[in-house]
């Protein structure tokens, strides 16, 4: 660890562009440390409350030393292992496996990311690979979510939720609101610049049960 670049921000956005200071941090109720390897890159983000540390993730290594790793230096902290895999046009998946603090897995989650590296997407799976929900972002900007879409394993959208008034909205009223209305139509629809391609197989990312 003591070759890495240590980096602090506030909040828990690991892609975020501004450093916070000692004294910002001390005064967040949310706080992340960045480490960094020689060529910038990173490769793990704890992530702290004002009751100390409540996460690692870790961007690189092997599953089995990271989870060797992980006990010694993080004792009694749950972590997880984020793995990226680029799409067309711009667009990225990122793969995440959830640990207890022991080490076993406790959830899968596949995440798609646009090009200006917001989340609109993530299918949240259990440790069998079993879909358990898909959920969709819709931004106002692009600090600010504005909509989000929640759907059934069958891809059957139950509830959108508009943030900034926090209640539930009619689900075909929003969508012809929309740019890309046929991407919030179904759950397993993706972006139109992604039209010839499929959701990864969980299978293909994931060490299931």
């Known amino acids: 660890m003591s070759s890495l670049q240590s980096k602090l921000f506030l909040g828990w956005d690991p892609t975020s562009p501004v450093e916070a200071t000692a004294d910002q941090v001390r005064a967040a109720k949310r706080y992340s440390r960045g480490l960094f390897d020689a060529s910038g890159a990173l490769v793990r983000l704890e992530l702290y409350g004002r009751d100390g540390l409540h996460d690692v993730y870790y961007y690189n290594g092997e599953s089995e030393s990271i989870t060797a790793d992980h ?111 046929d991407f919030y139509a179904e759950g397993f629809a993706l972006p139109p610049q992604l039209a010839g391609t499929s959701i990864p197989p969980v299978g293909d990312h994931f060490h299931l049960e």
């Open 71 to 181: 006990a010694v230096d993080y004792p009694g902290s749950t972590f997880a292992v984020v793995r990226t895999e680029e799409a067309l046009a711009g667009f990225r998946w990122e793969f995440t496996t959830r640990y207890t603090a022991e080490g076993s897995p406790r959830l899968f989650m596949t995440h798609l990311f646009d090009p200006a590296d917001l989340e609109i997407m993530n299918l949240d799976y259990i440790r069998t690979g079993e879909l358990r929900a898909i959920t969709k972002f819709w931004y106002e900007s692009a600090d600010s979510i504005g909509l989000v879409f929640e759907y059934q394993p069958d891809g059957k959208n139950v509830d959108v939720t508009n943030l900034e008034e926090g209640e539930s909205v009619p689900f075909e009223a929003v969508l012809r609101a929309l740019p890309e209305p």
